[in-house]
């Protein structure tokens, strides 16, 4: 572990409902990467019970974890807060239900960013976890083509998943909390672009993808993905 005084390169911000099983996944992901843990933070933020939380959180004494409860309902108001309060160079927003797949993953994450300089967001598929339900895959294989649907062949995207993209800290256009299921994406996405800023969809930056979907849960997604598309095209008028 390196000094107190070591730089946080990346924050990491994972919203969380406090399902005990997929916030211990995520977390037991990133426990295993090779980044120095001084060089990271997590800042959990929920709405649940901050003790069921904080009792997940404690069995990875080795991390610097924030824990914050907040009165909020939605996951884009959670991920605003802690996009506000993050003190990494770089924030990198990851679901509770999503696990990083590979050790290098936050040091190569870092290493792109560097690469390719301060006004780009970098994103990357989900990709099937092995507990993912036949409608969690297909689920899956729909974000995909609607992430692939906004490629372009310069390397760089017009989309990114909400539960896995990450971009500078500092004041720049939030998520909007009255959209979701890829809404509150396009409009952030189109908003940056129109500042400058690239968005690059990199296959190293897959993350694996616990969805839990049954039939009920599958439509009702793919109906507020299909509202959100008007949107999409309001705002690249």
Not at 109 to 126: D, I, P, S
Not at 154 to 159: Q, T, Y
Not at 162 to 180: A, E, I, Q, V, W
Request: net charge negative; glycine share 8%.
């Amino acid at each position: 572990m390196g000094s107190q005084s070591e730089i946080i390169q990346i924050s990491i911000v994972i919203p969380t409902q406090g399902q005990g099983q997929r916030l211990a996944g995520c977390l037991d992901s990133i426990s295993r990467q090779i980044l120095s843990p001084a060089s990271f933070e997590i800042l959990i933020v929920s709405a649940e019970d901050k003790t069921k939380i904080e009792t997940i959180v404690s069995a990875y004494p080795h991390f610097p974890m924030t824990v914050d409860i907040l009165p909020m309902d939605g996951a884009n108001e959670l991920r605003n807060f802690g996009w506000q309060n993050a003190r990494g160079k770089w924030v990198l927003f990851l679901d509770d239900d999503c696990r990083l797949r590979l050790p290098d993953h936050l040091a190569k994450r870092v290493a792109l960013h560097e690469k390719f300089g301060e006004n780009t967001v970098l994103c990357g598929e989900y990709q099937d976890d092995l507990a993912c339900t036949f409608w969690g895959r297909a689920y899956n294989e729909v974000t995909r083509l609607w992430l692939r649907r906004g490629f372009e062949e310069n390397g760089k995207s017009r989309n990114f998943l909400g539960g896995n993209f990450s971009l500078k800290s500092g004041p720049h256009p939030l998520l909007d909390p009255t959209l979701t299921s890829g809404g509150e994406e396009i409009q952030l996405a189109n908003n940056l672009r129109r500042l400058g800023w690239d968005i690059r969809l990199m296959d190293e930056l897959a993350v694996g993808h616990e969805a839990h979907h049954n039939f009920t849960r599958f439509i009702s997604r793919a109906q507020s993905h299909a509202r959100s598309k008007p949107r999409l095209e309001e705002s690249n008028d």
